[in-house]
């Protein structure tokens, strides 16, 4: 692991240096997918060219090491929020981790879901597809899930509290701790979609008293097509298999099947072996960094945008003051899409759209966002560039 590098927005050259695919491109859209440093790729790389084997099955050497390495991934990524390794499910990512919940928790007569107005669809659409009746949290004048509403909304006849711990639009930070209180005080269970928080602050689902957290890889300088579910072990337990296959079975007739408990229940197939090696890579990089200086890192970002955005005539932002690492705005009487497009003609890259969260959208009562997001390479020569490209969209539309 690498000594602890101090961050601030002007002295991150020296982590930029080491995303080769970064430069001097203005890469502001973390949220939806993180650049990844020259550590993940060379291990990614290196576990292709070098160690490649099978998990779990071989008995070969390599395959045995391979089985070792995917178990220090599994054990370095439930570290990560606060669990155990047995707690910890290896997914395709964060929307199948909620998959998985939603699909598979026994309701116990429970038919109700609580979310909130700002919910990704990743934490909409499984549940009602699991036939969950939806009740949906407002929000703070200033785009934060309003907790005293939450208390008063939340009845019995909720099964869970599914919340974002961190906004992909807004940025807002979940009080995820009282969250828990709230869901437990009604005997609901509290799920946290950590996507937007695990990159960004640290976590602990100890301490927060969480059911079930749910992260991508890729959004953690770590690679697609992997992600985690953490769930508490006897809920996670308890939940039935959802995908049969190898790797998830302990005897096979054809008669009946027996299943191995979790977290290898929900692992059925072939995993994403090399998957697991980069996330490892990455857990290790953003450790090395600590998610506290990112945290403080991405917040002076935060404040140092805002307060140049606001001085824009025309630009309205969304979301609290105090965001984790990411802010959303519009130009007046320009299209998201049209102010992105310029920015991008000025090499900054910003994310337009609903951003998977149209009912958001329909709260803030209009179509889409242009939305900045940051990460540990960012630095102030990326605000400049997106304060120019915003003055140059005015100039064009103005
Ligand atoms: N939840 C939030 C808050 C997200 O930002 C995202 C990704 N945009 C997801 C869920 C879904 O993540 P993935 O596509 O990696 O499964």
Known sequence: MTAPVRLSPNSAL???S???AVGDWHYLDS?????KPQAVIDAITEAYARDYATVHRG???RSSEMTGRYEAARTAASKLVGGQPNELVFTRGATEAINL????LPKDGRNRVLLSQLEHHSNIVPWQLAGYEVDAVPLTPDGCIDLDAAEVMVTDEHRVISFAHVSNVLGSILDAKRAAEIAHAKGALLLLDGCQAVPRLPVD???IGADFYAFSGHKLYGPTGIGCLWGRYDLLNALPPWQGGGSMIDRVTFERTTFL???MRFEAGTPHIVGTVGLH???DWVEGLSLEAIHAHESALVAEARAALSGIDGVTLYGPEDSAGIVSFNVDGVHPHDTATILDDVGVAVRAGHHCAQPLMDVLGVPATARASFAAHSDSSDIEALVCGIEQVKRIFG
């Open 59 to 61: 008995v070969y050497q």
């Open 101 to 104: 919940v939603a699909r598979q």
């Open 18 to 20: 080491q995303f080769p």
């Open 261 to 263: 408990d979790a977290p």
């Open 31 to 35: 949220a939806a997918t993180a650049q």
């Open 205 to 207: 689902v100890a301490s």
């Open 281 to 283: 890579a990455a857990i």
């Open 14 to 16: 020296d982590v930029r």
